[in-house]
């Protein structure tokens, strides 16, 4: 009974060896999994860190392209305005031109009629003049002939 007994107990210290280290065998491969899952979350953190600064680049990228259209659109816009302006400015400027030339061809066509009028006037008078010298000739003449 004694051997049984001492059989049993080394069954039972057997089992309870086996059962210590099916425990230790738990506990590693539970203490693994927290491992490896605490590895895959700081994996998927850094996953989406990553996903997360490329999608700030993209958008400060869309922001930058679309700041760029609007200063070019701005720039052509000012261009537009510009050209706009020298174009007005241009024909302003052709317009004061004209105006000068006729004002200037109107003033020669007034000192032309003032100059034939003043030539018709100086004709006239000298034609009165002559005439009145004539006379006066005849006059002096007949005065002459009467003395």
Same mark, same amino acid.
Do not use: F, P
């Given at each position: 009974?004694?051997?049984?007994?001492?059989?049993?107990?080394?069954?039972?210290?057997?089992?309870?060896?086996?059962?210590?280290?099916?425990?230790?065998?738990?506990?590693? @491969? %539970?203490r693994q999994q927290r491992e490896?899952?605490?590895?895959?979350?700081? $994996?998927?953190? /850094? +996953? &989406?860190?990553?996903? @997360? %600064?490329?999608?700030?680049?993209?958008?400060?990228?869309?922001?930058?392209? $679309?700041?760029? /259209? +609007? &200063?070019?659109?701005?720039?052509?816009?000012?261009?537009e305005r510009d050209l706009a302006r020298i174009t007005r400015d241009k024909l302003r400027q052709e317009k004061e031109n004209q105006r000068s030339i006729e004002k200037a061809a109107r003033e020669e066509s007034r000192s032309q009629k003032q100059f034939w009028k003043d030539e018709a006037i100086a004709g006239k008078e000298a034609l009165a003049n002559r005439e009145q010298e004539r006379a006066s000739a005849k006059q002096d003449a007949i005065a002459k002939f009467l003395r």
């Open positions: 009974m004694a051997r049984r007994s001492s059989g049993l107990r080394a069954v039972v210290k057997t089992a309870k060896i086996l059962n210590r280290i099916s425990k230790q065998i738990e506990k590693d @491969r %539970q490896q899952s605490r590895q895959e979350q700081a $994996a998927n953190r /850094a +996953r &989406e860190r990553y996903h @997360r %600064q490329i999608e700030q680049e993209e958008r400060r990228a869309e922001l930058e392209r $679309a700041r760029i /259209a +609007r &200063e070019e659109e701005r720039a052509r816009q000012q261009h």
